[in-house]
């Protein structure tokens, strides 16, 4: 079973960093793009950032300088580097994978993670 499991969420200041790993695991063959989402208490979830295969990046604007994707092919792994982080990036945090599995073509989420920034 392919699953994204999801870590380095917690509480930080405003202004601080944090950075939060995606590692994919399972019969995976192939993976394609690779993105974070986050749904903030009462709204509906938005994307932030992704990455394709060959690197190549696109950010949600409010976010666009301050926070930095990237991805180990090896280790199928994305990650998210927070920066100069803001109240209004307290949410929880969800990666996306779309792979090539066992079974098929499959669109994978984790299972999130919270990120708090409050002082």
């Known amino acids: 079973q392919v699953q994204l499991v999801e870590s380095g969420g917690g509480l930080v200041q405003p202004g601080g960093s944090l950075r939060l790993s995606c590692a994919a695991s399972?019969?995976?063959?192939?993976?394609?793009?690779l993105g974070w989402y986050r749904q903030a208490p009462g709204k509906e979830r938005e994307f932030v950032a992704t990455i394709t295969t060959g690197g190549t990046t696109m950010y949600e604007a409010s976010v666009k300088g301050r926070f930095t994707i990237s991805r180990d092919n090896a280790k199928n792994t994305v990650y998210l580097q927070m920066n100069s982080l803001v109240p209004e990036d307290t949410a929880v945090y969800y990666c996306?994978?779309?792979?090539?599995?066992?079974?098929?073509?499959?669109?994978?989420w984790g299972q999130g993670t919270l990120v708090t920034v409050s002082s």
């Open positions: 399972g019969r995976i063959f192939s993976i394609n793009a």
């Open positions: 996306n994978a779309d792979l090539v599995a066992g079974t098929g073509y499959l669109q994978v």
